[in-house]
């Protein structure tokens, strides 16, 4: 007992040094941090042998998404981001500015090397399935850095492919290639798909794949809202 006390103890004085402070100066992550996911994830950071040292955890970045849909029918997906944690740490007006640079490729010669008056390549993608008539039917995405694609995509496979609800979809594991290593989300169901992978030549790494899906699709009579149990993201409507 006094040694997972400890531990945790380690956990949570590196989590206050890292993230608490005055919350009219500091935008303290509080519905983050309490989390039962981001919880259960600092969790299985304490082993038999003690860290010694622990670091903080990572209360993810800068990028959130949320879908609404009116009740007259407008609706609007929107990811929105400032890159690292708190953006380039510069505040003006109320809000941070953000450090979307670091999303150029330094290198020179690539379409996305840096230069005046460009916008860097962004992994954003917020989602809209409209039927043949043009109706709205589904809007999605998710924060993750370059792994949005995955998500999203996983999601619109759910729905679309697999008929799933929208939640369903969400709660799948999370999955996919970045051109490098296939990944599965560690602890999933999905591990039990790494022995056939390894067959068909895929380098499997187990990773933490912590998306944040937030959705709508349209159903009989209505609407149906979906929020990723990754994160602190609810589904809400009236």
Known sequence: ALHYFSEAGRLAYADRARYLGDPA??????????????LSKRARVIGERSMRR?????SEAGTSHFSIVEANG????????VESGFGSRIM????????ELTDFDFTPGGPNEVGPGKRPRSSMAPTMVFDAQGRLQ???????GSTIINYVAKALVGVLDW?????????LPNFGSRNGPTQIERGSGYEALVPALTERGHDVRLMELESGLHGIE????GWRGGADPRREGVAQGR
């Open 25 to 38: 100066f500091v935008a303290v992550p509080v519905a983050r941090l309490l989390s039962p996911a981001y």
């Open 54 to 58: 622990a670091l903080p955890g990572d």
């Open 218 to 221: 349209r159903v009989p009579g």
């Open 138 to 144: 589904l809007l999605v995405g998710s924060p993750g």
């Open 74 to 81: 407008d609706a609007v997906a929107m990811t929105t981001t």
């Open 92 to 99: 003006v007006r109320g809000f941070l500015l953000n450090n």
């Open 163 to 171: 008929k799933l609800d929208i939640q369903q979809a969400i709660d």
